[in-house]
C-alpha cells in the first residue's frame, strides 16, 4: 500500500520559517495534482495550498505572500516553503497528492498521516 510521508514539521517562534516535504513511500505510476491542507483544533480541515503537474498553484488567502508550495517531478515530491509563521498557522499538515500508483489501479487522492506545526513563543 503505498502512503504519502511527510516531513519538517516542528515547533517554531512566531516570523520564523518550516519547511514541509512529501512524497510517496515507493515510485508510483503517475501522479497529479499535489497539495497540503491543515487542520486545528476543533476546527475543520483547510486546503492551505495546491500545485498542478504542471506547477500552476492556489493559496488560501490567509498564507498568501507568506508560503510558497513547489513540486520536483522527478522526485515526485512536493514542497511547501513557510515563512513568516503566526500562532494561527499552528495545526497539523497533511499532504495529499491525486495518483495512479500502479497500472491497474485507479486514479484517487491519497493522505499523508499529517505533521504537526506549532508556532509559539
Known amino acids: 500500500q503505498v502512503q504519502l510521508v511527510e516531513s519538517g514539521g516542528g515547533l517554531v517562534q512566531p516570523g520564523g520559517s518550516l519547511r514541509l516535504s512529501c512524497a510517496p513511500s515507493r515510485s508510483i505510476f503517475s501522479i497529479y495534482a499535489m497539495g497540503w491542507y491543515r487542520q486545528a483544533p476543533g476546527k475543520q480541515r483547510e486546503l492551505v495550498a495546491a500545485i498542478t503537474s504542471g506547477g500552476s498553484t492556489n493559496y488560501a488567502d490567509s498564507v498568501k505572500g507568506r508560503f510558497t508550495i513547489s513540486r520536483d517531478n522527478a522526485k515526485n515530491t512536493v514542497y511547501l516553503q513557510m515563512n513568516s509563521l503566526k500562532p494561527e498557522d499552528t495545526a497539523v499538515y497533511y499532504c495529499?497528492?491525486?495518483?495512479?500508483?500502479?497500472?491497474?489501479?485507479?486514479?484517487?487522492?491519497?493522505w499523508g498521516q499529517g505533521t504537526q506545526v506549532t508556532v509559539s513563543s
Open positions: 495529499n497528492a491525486d495518483m495512479i500508483t500502479n497500472w491497474s489501479s485507479p486514479r484517487r487522492a491519497y
